[in-house]
């Protein structure tokens, strides 16, 4: 069983790209930070040897194409809110975003492997999100319902796969960038 690793990431168009950075570093900073972010989670996902997809919005598959290779296997996110097109991912996966820069090769090697063990695993975020989550069976109440972009989306992430009967290994916390604060860490994003 070798789960397919799916990341959710957002062309980025100035003004629809990191949204919660517009105020502190203006709309083309945030752009620009948000393809460095997705870039590098791609080669992220490269290295790890793991098969992948990029979940796509905000943009045509075709731009997603000319932007980061014919190489890349692209899939359309879909509609609805975020666990809706969470949900949508058949197991065996490992969803990921594109905005934690900590997570590494090595990172999404051991979450693959981990569910060799384990039902699900799952990377928190200081934020109190996530910034990964694998599972071996479909989780959709996981996903349904989430007040997503809170700082409760792990704690209850936790009690919903405990309340199912799973216990997921837990991988190191990591950073996520979404507020200018995130950034301090992370100076050369911004170069």
Do not use: C, N
């Not at 930070?33 to 979940?55: D, I, K, N, P």
Request: charged share 20%; proline share 7%.
């Amino acid at each position: 069983m070798i789960p397919r690793l799916a990341i959710f990431a957002r062309y980025p168009t100035p003004g629809m790209a990191k949204t919660r950075l517009i105020p502190a570093i203006g709309a083309d900073a945030a752009a620009r930070l948000h393809r460095r972010l997705v870039e590098r989670t791609v080669m992220a996902a490269r290295q790890s040897g793991l098969a992948f997809e990029l979940r796509a919005t905000g943009a045509s598959i075709e731009a997603f194409t000319d932007w980061l290779g014919g190489d890349v296997a692209l899939v359309e996110q879909g509609e609805g809110d975020l666990g809706a097109r969470l949900a949508r991912v058949p197991a065996p996966a490992i969803v990921i975003g594109s905005d934690a820069p900590g997570l590494t090769a090595d990172l999404l090697a051991e979450a693959a492997a981990a569910l060799r063990m384990h039902a699900a695993v799952i990377g928190p975020a200081l934020d109190g999100g996530y910034t990964l989550l694998g599972f071996r069976e479909p989780v959709p109440f996981a996903f349904e319902g989430m007040a997503w972009s809170t700082d409760t989306v792990f704690a209850e992430t936790m009690h919903r796969l405990r309340t199912h009967g799973i216990a997921p290994l837990v991988l190191p916390m990591l950073a996520d960038i979404d507020r200018p604060e995130d950034l301090l860490d992370w100076p050369e994003l911004l170069a």
